[in-house]
C-alpha cells in the first residue's frame, strides 16, 4: 500500500522560488557576447542545480520566460536614465557653486585692490589737469598779448612807412611828368660879397624809388590792357599806343608794346557775338515795312554803322550786312569804323569785311597800313 501511494514531496520554500526565478532572469537577460565568459557561471549554476534535490525544483512554464524578457530591459532602463540625471544635477550644481565662488573672490579682490586705486587715481587726476589747464591758458594769454603789441607796432610803423614812399613817389611822379614843376636853378653870381647864392635844385631820385616808379607805371599798363581785352572798348589801347608814341617814355616802350600786342591777339580770338544773332528790323525800323535783315538797303545800314548810339551788336551784324553792299562809299565808311568805332569788336569785324570786299589781307588795327592802301587806291 505504501508503494502505491507515495507520501506527499515537501513543498519547497519560498526562498528557493525566489533564488530559483533569479537564476532564470540571469539567463535570459545575459547578452550573446557574454555566453563564454558565463559559460563557467552556467555549469556551475547546473552543477548545483543537479546537487539540489529534485523535489526542491518547481518547473516554470515555457510561457512564463517572454514575459520575464520583455520586462526586465524596461526595469534596467529606467534605472540607467535615473542615474544619468543624477549626474547631469550633481554637475550642474558643482558648476554653479563653484562659479559663485570665484565671481565672490573676484568682487573681494576688485574691492580691496583696484577699487581703491581708481578712486584715488579719479580723485587726483581732475585736481591737477585743472591746475595744468589753468596754467597753459594763463601763459598762452601772456604770449598772445605780447605778440600782438609786436603786431601793432609793427603794423604801425607799416603804414607811416606805406604813407612816405606814397607821398614821395607821388610829389616824384609829379615831377617827372611836368617837368615845369622843378625849379629853375639860380644864375650864378658874380663874387660879390651881401649877394645870396641859390644851390641847383636836382631832384635825388634813388635807384630803389626809381624802381618803385617803373613798376607802378608798368602796372598802369597791364590794367590797360586788362581793361581793353575785358569790355573790349578802344579807349585803354588808345592809351597803349599814346604811351608807345611818346618819347619821354622810352624806358616804356617795351612794356606798352607787350601790353598792346596781349590786348590786340585777346580781341582777335575772343568771340562775344552771338552767332546766331540777327538784327531787330521791327524795333530799328518802326515807320518801314521790313520784316528781315536782307531786305534793308545799304544806305540804311551805313547809318546804323555811323550812330554809335546802337548797341554794339547791331553795328557789327552791320558789318557782316554790308558785305554784299554795291555802293561805292561803303569801303570807306568801313575803313572809318576801323579808326574810329568804340568797339573794337565792331572794328575787328570792319576790318575782316573790308579785307573779303578787297581781297587784300592786312595785319589786325595796322590801321597806317590801311590808309595807305586806301590813298593809293585814290589815285
Request: charged content about 30%; some cysteine; proline content about 8%.
Amino acid at each position: 500500500m505504501s508503494d502505491l501511494f507515495p507520501p506527499n514531496k515537501p513543498e519547497a520554500p519560498d526562498e528557493d522560488d525566489d533564488e530559483e526565478e533569479e537564476l532564470l532572469f540571469a539567463r535570459c537577460n545575459r547578452p550573446p557576447s557574454e555566453g563564454a565568459e558565463s559559460a563557467p557561471a552556467e555549469g556551475a549554476g547546473k552543477k548545483e542545480a543537479a546537487e539540489s534535490p529534485k523535489s526542491e525544483i518547481t518547473p516554470v512554464h515555457k510561457d512564463e520566460l517572454p514575459l520575464l524578457r520583455d520586462a526586465t530591459p524596461h526595469v534596467q532602463n529606467l534605472r540607467r536614465s535615473h542615474l544619468t540625471y543624477r549626474h547631469l544635477v550633481i554637475s550642474l550644481s558643482t558648476s554653479l557653486v563653484i562659479g559663485l565662488l570665484v565671481l565672490y573672490e573676484g568682487r573681494l579682490f576688485y574691492k580691496r585692490e583696484i577699487a581703491p586705486k581708481l578712486t584715488g587715481s579719479a580723485s587726483l587726476a581732475p585736481a591737477q589737469a585743472e591746475g595744468a589747464l589753468k596754467e597753459a591758458l594763463a601763459r598762452a594769454d601772456e604770449q598772445i598779448a605780447a605778440l600782438q603789441k609786436q603786431v601793432d607796432v609793427m603794423r604801425r610803423e607799416q603804414l607811416l612807412m606805406q604813407q612816405n614812399t606814397r607821398e614821395s613817389l607821388e610829389s616824384i611822379s609829379t615831377v617827372l611828368n611836368n617837368p615845369k614843376l622843378t625849379p629853375a636853378p639860380a644864375a650864378a653870381s658874380a663874387n660879390q660879397p651881401g649877394i645870396p647864392r641859390m644851390a641847383d635844385a636836382v631832384p635825388d631820385i634813388s635807384p630803389t624809388q626809381q624802381e618803385f616808379i617803373q613798376l607802378k607805371e608798368r602796372n598802369r599798363l597791364t590794367a590797360y590792357a586788362d581793361e581793353a581785352i575785358a569790355t573790349g572798348m578802344r579807349k585803354p589801347l588808345e592809351v597803349l599806343v599814346e604811351y608807345l608814341r611818346d618819347p619821354d617814355s622810352k624806358h616804356l616802350h617795351e612794356a606798352a608794346q607787350a601790353e598792346y600786342l596781349r590786348a590786340v591777339r585777346a580781341i582777335q580770338l575772343l568771340q562775344r557775338e552771338d552767332p546766331g544773332y540777327r538784327l531787330p528790323v521791327a524795333e530799328l525800323f518802326k515807320d518801314q515795312n521790313i520784316r528781315d535783315e536782307a531786305d534793308v538797303k545799304p544806305e540804311a545800314l551805313l547809318k546804323l554803322l555811323e550812330d554809335h548810339q546802337q548797341p554794339w551788336e547791331v553795328r557789327l551784324r552791320v558789318c557782316f550786312l554790308l558785305l554784299g553792299s554795291n555802293l561805292p562809299e561803303t569801303n570807306a565808311r568801313l575803313i572809318k569804323a576801323i579808326k574810329e568805332d568804340p568797339s573794337l569788336d565792331v572794328a575787328k569785324h570792319a576790318q575782316l569785311a573790308l579785307e573779303q570786299r578787297v581781297k587784300k589781307r592786312f595785319r589786325i588795327f595796322d590801321i597806317p597800313a590801311i590808309e595807305e592802301w586806301s590813298k593809293s587806291q585814290e589815285k
